[in-house]
Each structure stands twice: as C-alpha cells, then as structure tokens.
C-alpha cells in the first residue's frame, strides 16, 4: 500500500519538483522514440494517401482501355417517334419507313364470368406456340383466380388478368410477354368460356428501305428494336412513319472527357509526389517520403509511359506534369478513331506461319503482368464445335419431335405437317435462339446438320429425332496448346496462360484453326505481337506497385506499419520503466525524509535530555550553596 508524502516536509526540499525533474530526463528517450514513431506514421499515411490516388487513377485507365466500349458517336434522329443509340466508332446512316411495330398476341375471353371465383376451366390448360411446341399449365381449382394464378406463375410467357367490364362481369385476358408474329399462340381447355377471341395478332416491326425502287427490301424485327441492321446504330421504334433518317457521327468527346480526367488524377499524384519526396533546405525539413526511391522511380514510370505511348492529345513538359490538347484529341479521332483508341487500349497481330489456310489468333484480355512482345501460340488440338447430324432418309419429319440436350437443358420442336427441311430448320432455330441453346440448324443435303455455335467442350450436345439419336459428326473439343513455349488453358478456342515466366503471362489469345492447319504446321500455327496502349500500361503500372504479396508501394506500407508498431513497444516498454523509476525516486526520497524526520527526533529528544540535565546541575549547585 502506498505511503502517502508530504514533498520536503522535513528536509525542506521540493522532492516532487525533483522527482519530476528526473523523470523528465529518462523521458527524452521515450520522447525522441515518439518523434520517429510520428515520422513513420506520416510516411505511413503518404503511402496509403498515395495508393489512394493510384487505385482512382488505374480505374480511369482501366475504363478507357476497353476501347471497344467507346461511346466515341453521337446518334441522331429525324422523328421523335423513332430513339436511337450510337456504339463503336464509325459513322452511319440510314433512311426508312416504319410500315409496322411489334405486337403482343393477345387473346380475350367472348364471354364473361360473374365473379373470380367462378369455374373457368375443369382442369390444365394445353399451350401450343406457333411453332408448335406445347406446355401444360396447372390451374388449381380452374376458378378464374386460380386460372390466373397458374398462368402467370407457369413460367411459359404468357399474362393474364381479369378485366372486369361492369358489375359482376368478368373477362380472362391473356397476353403474350413477347412481342412479333412468333408470340402467336392457343389455349386449350378454358371451357368455362364459350372461346377464346384474337384481341391483337402477334406482328413483327418492319422497316421498308428503298422507296418505291426495284431494289426496295422490308427488315423484320421481333421486336420494335433494331440493333443489329447497321453496325453502330441502335433505334427503337414507336408507331408507323415515313421517310424516317437515322444516323451517327463520329464524336469524340465523351472519350475526350474521360482522357482529360485522366490526366488530371495522373498530374495529381505527380504533383503529390513531389511535394512528399521534396526538401526543403531553407527550413532544414523534409518530406515523408523523402529519399524513397521507388517512390520517384514510380513518378518516373508514370511520365515515361505518357511520352512513349503516343497517344493524341496527351503530352509531358519539361518541368515533369502532363499536358492534354483537347482540340488535338478530337481532330485525330475525327481522322482515325480505331489508331486513337490503339493508342490508349490494346494491339495485337497474329503472323501465320507458312503453309496454313484457315488461321488467326488475336488478344483477347491480358492481365497487369503481360508485356509487350511478340509471342509463339502452339496449337496441338484445333478447337472444334459440336456437330450432328438427323437424316430421315428422304422421309417426311411431319409430326416428328426434334429435341437438343446439353446437360438438364433441352430444347423441342415439333414438326408441323407438310413442313419442308428448310423451313424445319428456320423454324427450329427460332425456338433455339429464344431458349438462347446456341446450337444452329441447316440443311446438309437430304439431312438436317445442328452445329454448335462455339467451340468447345462445354457446347457439346446430343440431337434426337422421336428419342432415337442422330449421328455426331463431330464431338466439341477444346483447344490445346501453349503461348510462348508455355502450357496454356484451353477453353472453347481461346488459350490462357494465367501463370508462369516470361511477359506473356496474363494473356488470353482467342484461336480459329483447322485440324488441316495444325497438321501441317506441326501445331506452330505462328506468333501473336501483343502491345499494350497508354491505358493499359498504367493499369499494368498501379497493379505492380499496389500488389498486395509483391508490390513496391504495398511491401512500403507494410514494413512502415511494421515499424510504427515496434516503437510503439518501444514506447510501452519506457512507460512500464519510466513508472519503475518514478516510483523508485519516490520511495527513496520517502526513505530520506522518513529517515530526517527519524533524525530530527532523535536531535530532539538529546537536546531535551541535555537541557533537562543542565537546569538540574544548575538546581543541585544553588541547594549546595544555600546550605553552606
């Protein structure tokens, strides 16, 4: 238990002022520790601040390296009933007439019910599309609310409702969710109405091009989309109309936006860096990051991929900050836009080696550790797509059931009578192409052929006519092979090589070769030169420094986060010593004074005892002189 003190009480010292005096000196120590500690903090928080920055800059980057996503037109249109879109970087036009728009089909019930509990239907619903496929629909008690219900949650593209036309007068509408003629459909066993009518016939949208010439032509679209007619041109339409124009210019200015926001950001982190790498010798101050080295060499990095890249519009000064010239920008993305958007993204070429056909090879992703080079893609098993093959042998395929099955996915048609091959095939690709199967259809002589749209052993299939299986031309295979002598993954047609040494690592190059090819090549079908834009190196430059295992910036912070927390033991340390210390002054100090006061006692009570002696020699002589 502590003994409570009163400082100097009996040596009349100021033994606290002391005490603290002493400690204050044992304190340096532990001060100059927090200093350093302080200064590693705020190097600390320059790294992070700066990874900060990086993290913003490589998003810009990584944005403006998917070229291919470039809104670099603007879209126009003449009617206000027709909204249009521009993609990629060429201009288009296009003039035409809108002679129809897209329709639901719609069916109505002739006769009404009185309530929505009423008998509809006595028991599931028979949906036939128009191309001939059917689905069973379940209504529960077949009252109309149940009729509804079973419609709308079967999942078979239909809606339904009860429109209600008066007191007690209900009506079943059922609506296609698709619009265009292929929305046509029937439904069986609704026997609690007299029948089902045609409110609106399921049609197509079409565009008549051409006026009144011989060469005029009409495009149908399921929809009142059409996006695939001209490259670049995106339109919707909205109600009949003549002499409609539509038309995209090239543009380059949201691109431009983009890049001066880059260049922004990037003279940000410049300037940054040189104000925290700076000394300041009048005031004898320097920065956090004064003296670190990969920090200047990453400032370094940043202006020497900016000089080299060439891209338009982007320069360095001579006092080491980027510069954007808008205007020169856009005058060469108005002359060539696809070498402007190389310049930021990403190039490559394919060399074919000699003797092949039917080859090419481009890049189609790349990771922060590629590098620019030139690179042999060895192919020793070609990509190939599922193929096979139902042949009737002249016979008629009316009332036969094709199916298509990958996995728990089918797909069925079922032939209508009298149909021809070739219309079979049209129609069977409809139904894939809506179930998104990617398998197409074509007549090969006197069979049908199903091919796989990709490549690959995921596309594989089988085909049946009536349950029994037609013949497989081809089985889907993936490729297989090696970039830059280095076993590649090979998935549909495209070779990855997501590990390994060299610069090609982190490419994915996109294959189409033949078996002729390779075996006439030896599988060495030729090299891909991959060359990455201003864009995509800067991306490649952030991800190197802020690796997380390996980067520069990362392996920074984390020694420095090392640091701070070995002063802070440090520190923790002093605490525990400093309070040793202090309470070992204390008790020494409490000591001397306890001993003092002992002292002071004990000079007490001798000067007692020796005055109490004196006065009683004084007495006895007084008595003796009395006396005598």
Not at 170 to 188: D, P
């Amino acid at each position: 238990m502590p003994v409570a003190t009163i400082s100097g009480a009996v040596s009349g010292l100021d033994t606290a002022s002391i005490i603290n005096s002493l400690v204050a000196v044992q304190t340096n120590q532990q001060t100059l520790l927090r200093q350093q500690q302080s200064a590693v903090q705020q190097r600390s928080d320059a790294y992070a601040a700066l990874t900060t920055s990086l993290g913003s800059l490589s998003s810009m980057a990584s944005d403006l390296s998917k070229t291919s996503s470039w809104v670099g037109a603007t879209a126009t249109s003449s009617s206000t009933n027709v909204s249009v879109t521009a993609s990629g970087l060429q201009s288009a036009a296009l003039t035409f007439d809108v002679t129809a728009v897209a329709s639901a089909h719609t069916l109505v019930s002739a006769d009404s019910l009185a309530s929505t509990s009423a008998q509809a239907a006595s028991g599931p619903l028979t949906l036939t599309r128009s191309d001939g496929t059917t689905a069973s629909i379940g209504v529960g008690s077949g009252s109309l609310a149940d009729v509804i219900s079973g419609i709308n949650s079967a999942g078979v593209g239909l809606g339904a409702a009860a429109v209600q036309t008066g007191p007690g007068t209900y009506r079943l509408q059922i609506a296609s969710t698709a619009t265009g003629s292929a929305s046509a459909f029937t439904l069986a066993g609704l026997d609690g109405f007299g029948s089902m009518n045609v409110l609106t016939t399921g049609a197509d949208a079409t565009l008549h091009l051409g006026g009144t010439s011989s060469a005029a032509y009409d495009v149908t679209s399921a929809t009142n989309t059409f996006s695939t007619l001209v490259p670049g041109l995106n339109f919707t339409v909205s109600k009949p109309e003549t002499g409609v124009t539509v038309a995209s210019t090239v543009d380059g200015g949201a691109v431009a936006d983009k890049v001066n926001a880059l260049v922004t950001t990037a003279n940000n982190i410049l300037s940054s860096i040189s104000a925290k790498t700076a000394y300041d010798a009048a005031n004898k101050t320097a920065g956090p990051l004064s003296g670190d080295s990969s920090v200047r060499s990453l400032q370094q990095n940043i202006l020497s991929i900016v000089s080299s890249a060439g891209a338009a519009g982007v320069d360095v000064t001579r006092d080491g900050a980027l510069t954007f010239n808008r205007q020169k920008f856009l005058d060469a993305f108005q002359a060539d836009p696809a070498k402007v958007a190389s310049a930021f993204g990403v190039k490559s070429s394919f060399t074919a080696a000699a003797g092949v056909s039917a080859t090419s090879a481009t890049v189609s992703s790349s990771l922060p550790s590629s590098r620019p080079g030139t690179y042999a893609v060895q192919v020793d098993t070609a990509p190939v797509r599922e193929s096979w093959q139902i042949d009737p042998g002249g016979a008629d395929l009316s009332g036969s059931t094709l199916q298509l099955t990958r996995g728990s996915a089918s797909v069925s048609y079922a032939v209508p009578t009298g149909q021809s091959l070739a219309d079979t095939a049209a129609a069977f690709n409809a139904v894939a192409s809506g179930a998104k199967f990617g398998v197409t259809a074509r007549v090969v002589g006197s069979a049908l052929q199903f091919d796989a749209d990709k490549a690959g052993a995921s596309s594989a299939f089988t085909a049946t006519l009536d349950g029994t299986a037609g013949a497989q031309l081809a089985e889907g295979t993936d490729v297989k092979g090696s970039i830059d002598g280095q076993a590649a993954v090979g998935v549909g047609g495209v070779l990855s090589l997501p590990s390994g040494t060299g610069g090609a690592v982190g490419l994915s190059v996109a294959v189409t070769t033949s078996p002729d090819d390779v075996a006439a090549t030896g599988g060495a079908i030729g090299s891909i030169t991959y060359s990455p834009g201003l864009a995509q190196r800067l991306v490649t430059l952030v991800n190197l420094a802020t690796d997380t295992r390996t980067g520069s910036l990362s392996t920074a912070t984390s020694g420095a986060a090392a640091q701070i927390k070995r002063y802070q033991e440090s520190i923790d340390a002093w605490d525990t010593r400093l309070s040793t210390y202090r309470a070992s002054l204390t008790t020494q100090f409490t000591a001397m004074e306890t001993a003092l006061s002992a002292l002071k006692t004990q000079a007490s009570a001798i000067s007692s005892l020796v005055g109490s002696s004196s006065t009683s020699s004084s007495t006895g002589t007084t008595t003796s002189s009395s006396t005598g």
